[in-house]
Nanobody
Framework: QVQLAESGGGLVQTGNSLRLSCAASGRAFSGYAMGWFRQAPGKEREFVASVSATGSTTSYADSMKGRFTISRDNAKNTVYLQMNSLKAEDTAVYYC?????????????????WGQGTQVTVSS
């Protein structure tokens, strides 16, 4: 089992950047594929990005391609989400999630472990 804790959220202006971190505790982090999801007020949780257990494979939602980058450092048990060129519509609570499989998924239901989320607010 793994426990996840996000950090790095905050209030930024349109066009600026933020880097979110997700620290994992527990064993075998390197065996978990990881994902980032977000949920805006009144909306369903949506896929943002995912990375395989080894970090060799990444995937992004179309609206994040070219702006967001997911990465991981298995030595530090941490996954990151670098967010550039932020827009007001990126405002949401961002969650990291883990699944004990090598391959990631874009479906929230495929992830067994979730952090509590970190708020990102982008002001125009």
């Amino acid at each position: 089992q793994v426990q996840l804790a996000e950090s790095g959220g905050g209030l930024v202006q349109t066009g600026n950047s933020l880097r979110l971190s997700c620290a994992a505790s527990g064993r075998a982090f390197s065996g978990y594929a990881m994902g980032w999801f977000r949920q805006a007020p009144g909306k369903e949780r949506e896929f943002v990005a995912s990375v395989s257990a080894t970090g060799s494979t990444t995937s992004y939602a179309d609206s994040m391609k070219g702006r967001f980058t997911i990465s991981r450092d298995n030595a530090k048990n941490t996954v990151y989400l670098q967010m550039n060129s932020l827009k007001a519509e990126d405002t949401a609570v961002y969650y990291c999630a883990g699944r004990f499989y090598a391959n990631p998924s874009y479906r929230a239901a495929d992830y067994a472990y979730w952090g509590q989320g970190t708020q990102v607010t982008v002001s125009s």
